[in-house]
């Protein structure tokens, strides 16, 4: 079977196991992961701000999320909250998750059904699962974990400047959803042995 057909298995298990987040536009919302008026929202399209005008007010020390609020105040004028937090962070924590870990356990494996197999173990572990149930900034983080190492190991093995500027934009945005996933990305992209041998 193509390596195509196998990613679109992968996105229709995705797809289908969190189906509330594909097929449902209700806002979602848990624990720490709050919700933007359309004011609010708007207000971040804007310059970085300590003062955050949510609630009662309060000190923004998040301002490593800013590419990610700018990007929020933008679709704040063409969509709704319940669409912007599905765009910006839930869908990437299922499709790029389930894409990039098929995609980098096929490289290193060279075998498809196992690379299936694989990217579902990874993107349906417990951790993996119980992240997604609060904290979806850090899901969203890790699900770029497997794409980050698989461009720079095909930059290691091609030798391309475009594949290491891209390695580092994704890196990027990996490291603006989360900082602790973007530690995992670079220390196995500096030391692979822990990863190699969990996967075989």
């Not at 624990?31 to 207000?43: I, L, M, S």
């Not at 679709?75 to 937090?85: G, N, Q």
Request: with cysteine; proline share 4%; net charge positive.
């Amino acid at each position: 079977m193509k390596t195509r057909y196998y990613i679109i298995i992968c996105i229709l298990i995705g797809v289908l196991s969190f189906n509330a987040w594909f097929f449902s536009f209700s806002i979602l919302t848990k624990g720490d992961w709050g919700y933007y008026n359309p004011t609010a929202q708007h207000e971040l399209l804007s310059l970085p701000s300590i003062w955050d005008s949510r609630g009662m007010g309060t000190v923004n020390i998040s301002t490593s999320f800013y590419p990610t609020d700018v990007l929020w105040g933008l679709l704040s004028h063409i969509t709704s909250y319940a669409v912007s937090e599905r765009i910006i962070w839930l869908w990437p924590s299922i499709l790029i998750a389930v894409v990039s870990s098929f995609l980098l356990l096929k490289k290193i494996l060279r075998h498809q059904t196992s690379a299936l197999i694989g990217s579902l173990v990874f993107t349906y572990n417990g951790y993996f699962m119980i992240t997604r149930s609060g904290d979806v900034t850090l899901a969203a983080g890790y699900a770029f974990a497997p794409l980050v190492i698989l461009v720079f190991l095909e930059a290691l093995e091609r030798r391309d400047i475009r594949l290491t500027l891209l390695g580092g934009f994704l890196g990027f945005i990996q490291s603006y959803s989360t900082i602790p996933s973007g530690q995992v990305a670079v220390r196995l992209s500096f030391n692979p042995n822990p990863f190699h041998s969990t996967i075989g």
